[in-house]
């Protein structure tokens, strides 16, 4: 195992995770202003994985209306790009027209989601470097990470019955290399590097943007999950659901409250049951019918 | 044998018992990552043949170039971080080009369509090459013009179009222009007008 | 034929048809096919319960390779619950009539402290008493919720966000519930009240027992005025 | 392109028009990116749609599809009337100061039309538009550009006509657009800033084409951009190598350039003298006075010893061209029976058009036609075209079709050109498929079976066709690194240059086009791309990628960049007339005391700044030209309507449309009118797809899936038509259709005060391939350029309805 590639949680496994060396926390930025939504990032991930199915590719509904290429991720689709039409009311009453693009992927939060909801122990692992990974090995197809995840981003295949998302290319990262979307995005929209760089890199570009006529610029780093892995500059950063960004994602209380109220109660609730049947026992013993005592037994 | 009742029970709890015990806790197995398939690739650097950026790729092809490894076994293309236009991206078209180069429907066998015909016959090479010959001897021979109405030499073969190669490299199109202005073709052309 | 020559064989054979008849010192109290019935629940009950209890909790993971491995326990699962389902339905069929709530069901309920002390000596006790009314009723309707929250948990992705988060909640809760249920159920039908089990197992129930643990039942079935 | 891709980074502003470089050529529009990030740089799209291009630029202007010089004229309108111009530059580096003859009308107080229209002939007698010649043979200026018949003037008083409210009526656009368009434009007029131009086939692709280009030229030498790092006009091209098969491969030109002889000219002394333009200023370098060196040099390359100087080096087998063999003439041709055969290497004239119906035809009359391709497209299997083609039933189609199975660019080693002039070498990687040759291969194995036939049956004046220099080492596959050092040029008897005293011997490789001699004794295949195999080996293979030019981009050791391996074109402008750097944060080249340095400099690298000999070498003024009497409409851009137009030309209604357009006269030539064709229709790509060719490619149909036809959201509102509904879109010569996608991209048109409507849909489909759709080109125009002839397939004229 490489050595940045160690553990530091495990889905559904009480026992801690392996890491103890410590690797920087590594982030991926989307400059939606500087996006061309020319979707190299899209057949880039296909390429790199092997993911493309000519048969899959043609069952994919095509996204009508817009040069969107499929209406929602796949199974064997783990990033698309979002196209939407946007008339922005400027202060000053003039309309700007936006052709608003953003990449949609796993956001590789800081707290996952789908990590806190999985059953399966091993099945979705957090590497000290951020990075949230699905181990298909152990998965066992409940989809519960479907209802974990604040972004609804893993997607269960048909075939296998297993879930699958962005990786974040963890076998490019384990040999030093930069996920396959990032090389390949020809505008250098999508930047690769460690988390505190790239907001540094970000910051810088919402400056210069604020000069430009997108006042409203902003990260989108959202702190519901604790910081995502993957970080956007949006140019009407008060809107990030135009870009299809839920507004204040975090990992849905429910899932909290059942991972750390409802299991542990539950658990005790069900030991107590069972350590009462023995108290009762010891204490009471049997309530036999008077004509059922061992003596009335021999003769039935 | 008749099961009394306290027997039966224990079976029963033994047996499940039994089952846990038996079902071996299997730690599950840590995180696996992915083999980097370009490892042991052959890298060969090109130029995407689609606009005219002409962004530097590396080809990865399988096997270590020994002669058994035949066929077109490339496996990945990616940009070639040092070529300073494109700096290692690509765009869709580019980072696919494994998809032109592989594909179930390349042209592999010379096909032959007959004059009135509504099917293609496959051909040999050599009866494609003869054949071809002769029809421009042919075309070049009944079509060609010495000298024209006002008696200069023009040497034209109007009756032949050679056009082509956006995609063709210098050196082809080199050959190209030297074979067809020594036949005396006027009419060429290639993507450059449209 | 006279009840004395009746053989071991043929009272099993009259107690697999006919309910709430003494037999030679025995009473039946449950036809074959209700018995048959509750242990189809009993088991795909307990299938349901271990491939519950490997989603549920990573103590129990090592129990997904007795079933094959995590996939087919979470494969499984839905399909044991399934039964467990069909065959509660059979159950409340047989049973729907019998477990109305009665005239000695209140008192009973107010008297359940000495009862679990083996103290009460209540008379008015008919077939099933308050607790067993309660108890089936409770297995019902939460069959009814694992199988509403089950389908929404078995295709998440078809219903809403919201409604799958209230089935994963709904189903904790509705099994949590079920394993206190069934451990109580246990106890009480095998150790703490000897001679009960044979009720399930043989269909018959000793005159001493129906008379201690079901007097009115007793009274109804016997003829015998107390 | 005058500069290059990475030389983007390095400009102030960047106009797109014409062009759409995010989804046409997105590697290389991360330096426009690069320059708006780390330089602030203003982008710009000028477009009939809002394309992605504009959605990530600083300004957006929308207009109708035809109407560019309109917009351009206006800017440099706005430009002369607000003195936003570069002076010095202008003064110095254009002809401006050049006086015209007496009797040149402009378009303004000629209804319309420049002085010496003949209307039968539909072209112009040029005599008027002349230069004044002085007494020394020398064109007369006047410094001041005060002269009304002078250059500068007669150009303010021609763009005068378009002020800002005709711009907004003719391009449809709204005024405070445009002037805030203009004023950003125009705002590199300071010495110290450059601004840089983007475009591609926008521009090309009209009736006017080459005046587009024109216009864009002539703004860029006002504001003084040209030559200079972050300047330029930088066309986009189509094909990786579209470059290089210009450079080697024109109609009307040979490698290099060099004029296709013509009929009067018998003699090669009479070609010579007749291509060799002559001096018009003292200080000009006229570098194409060089011509018999090159000619003579290619002459002996395509004939290596037969071409002697008793045989005039074999002038007189090169055909003579009497008149325009073009791309739309060859099927014109083909269709009224002159052209008997056509063989087509990675071509597809049915999906390239214009007018597919009119190529089906064009096919079906041939005798043979050979195809050399890697998949089996549109043209290949012509004759078994789908009924909406019209194409004739199969058994009245007499051609014979060859079709042959060629490598592709991996599987054949040899040098792309891009779009920058940067000849890069690749690589082969795999064998090509199955029975699949090299194009060398087939080209080889046909040539030496002409000669075999020619020698054996003898024929029409086998000479040329038997004595062509084939000696390649393996004739039947040449090696394409033997060719490139005949592309090259190298030395065929040794002798002692005049100027440099440097001695060369037989058989060494030339080191550049200035040792190319007229006497025979050196060959070169093509005299542009000469110096890229040397002795020094094959420089094209070159990869260091280490930035020389101080983060500028110039990369002089990654491959070669003809010519010379000069990365900037006329960079000599780039510093003032003492040598000094107009930005001395981003110099071309300047003057250290001896000589130029910086890039190669596109100059003499010792002539003395006092000289002042002008930048543009290859000109005879020397000095860009502002006004040019080789156009064939004119010497200035005017604004012409396409072809097929919505609306009379707002500027002069009786001289609509550009009058020497070349038609067609076939019956299947028709061209639509507004009263039955209301709506204005262009065509575009999609960065998805290239042209007809990745949709045999499963993964790239899966990012756009089919067909689709761009329409306003008010118009589909009007016919009624929802997102999805199948529309069919219907021109003068035949009809698509396809899915309706309604969109907010493309709004209305105010033009000259009534509405006009856009509607657009891309090229990609074709009856072949993975994915089918109809064939874009059914309704293109078979109007063309009057100087490139290339066709309109930019704007036309089409009705909309339900299919």
Known sequence: MPSNMELRRISATPSPATGVRTAPTVAKMIDTTTCIGCKACEVACQEWNDLFNADIALEAPSEFGSYQTMPDLTANFWNLIRFNEHVEKRPDGSEKFHWLMAKDQCMHCEDPGCLKACPAPGAIVQYTNGVVDFQQEHCIGCEYCVTGCPFDIPRLSKKTKKVYKCTLCTDRLAYGLEPACIKACPTGCLQFGTKEHLVQIANARVEQLKHNGYEKAAIYDPPGVGGTGVIYVLGLGDQPELYGLPNDPHVPWTVSVWKHALKPIGSLLMIGALLGTIIHYVRYGRNEAPGMRKVDREEV | ?194 | MSQEVMTQSQLATLAREKEDLAVDGLIVRHTAAVRLTHWLVAIFFFLSLFTGFVIFTPFFAGWASVFGGGPMVRTLHPWFALGFTIAILYLYRYWKMKMKKEAGDEEWKDNFGPYIRYESELQNVGKYNAGQKIYFWAVFWGAIAFLASGIVMWFPTVFPYFLRTISYWLHEITFVAFVIGIIYHIYMSTTAMPGTFRAMTRGTVTKDWAKWHHPRWYREVTGEKK | MTNNWVDIKNADVILVMGGNPAENHPCGFKWAIEAKKTRNAKLICVDPRFNRTAAVSDQFVQIRSGTDIAFLAGVMNYMLTNNRIHKEYVANYTNAPFLIKEGLLLPGDNDGLFSGFDPQKRAYDKSTWAYEMGTDNFVKVDMTLEDPRCVFQLMKKHYSRYTAEMVASICGCSKEDFLKAAEMISSTYAPEKAGTIMYALGWTHHSSAVQNIRAAASMQLLLGNVGRPGGGVNALRGHSNIQGATDMNQTHTLPGYLKMPKPEWQSLKEFIDATTPKKLRPNSMNYWENTDKFMVSMLKAFWGSAATTENDFAYSWLPKMDRDYSWVYIYDGAYNGIVKGVFSFGMNPVGNGPHSKKMVQALSRLDWLVVAENFETETASFWKAPKEYDPPAAAQIKTEVFMLPAANFAEKDGVFTNSSRWLQWKWKVVDPPGDAKADQEIIGRLVLKLRELYNKEGGKLPDPVVKMAWNYSNPVSPNLEEVAKEVNGKVLEDFTDEKTKVDYKKGQQVPGYAVLRADGKTLSGNWLHSGYYTEAGNLAMRRNPVDDSGGLGAYHNWAFNWPANRRIMYNRASADLNGKPWDPKRPGIWWNGEKWVGDVPDYKPDYKPEEMIGPFIMNPEGVGKLYAVEMNEGPFPEHYEPYETPVDNPLHPKVSSNPVTKLFKTKMDVYGTRDKFPIVCTTFRLTEHFHYWTKHEAILNQLQQEFFVEIPEELAKEKGIKHGDRVKVSSARGSVEGKAMVTKRIRPLKVAGQTVWQIGFPIHWGYAGKSVGPLANTLTPTALDPNSSTPEYKAFLVSLDKA
């Open chain 2, 1 to 194: 044998m008749a099961v009394s009742r306290r027997e039966f029970l224990k079976i029963s709890t033994a047996g499940g018992v039994g089952i846990v015990a038996f079902g071996f806790d299997l730690a599950p197995a840590y995180a696996v990552v992915r083999e980097l398939k370009i490892e042991r690739t052959t890298e060969t650097r090109s130029i995407c043949p689609y606009c005219a950026v002409s962004c530097g790729v590396i080809i990865h092809t399988l096997g270590d170039k020994s002669k058994n490894v035949t066929g077109t076994t490339v496996v990945h293309v990616e940009g070639d971080p040092d070529h300073p236009v494109n700096r290692g991206t690509l765009c869709p078209k580019g980072i696919t080009l494994k998809h032109d180069i592989v594909n179930n429907t390349r042209l592999t066998k010379p096909m032959y369509r007959a004059s009135g015909s509504d099917h293609w016959e496959e051909k040999s090479w050599d009866w494609m090459i003869d054949t071809i010959a002769q029809r421009m001897k042919k075309t070049r021979d009944d079509t060609f013009i010495e000298k024209n109405a006002a008696g200069q030499t023009v040497n034209q073969c109007p009756g032949m179009a050679i056009v082509g190669g956006c995609t063709d490299n210098n050196e082809v199109n080199y050959l190209l222009v030297k074979w067809l202005r020594s036949l005396g073709v006027l009419y060429t052309d290639n993507q450059a007008r449209l």
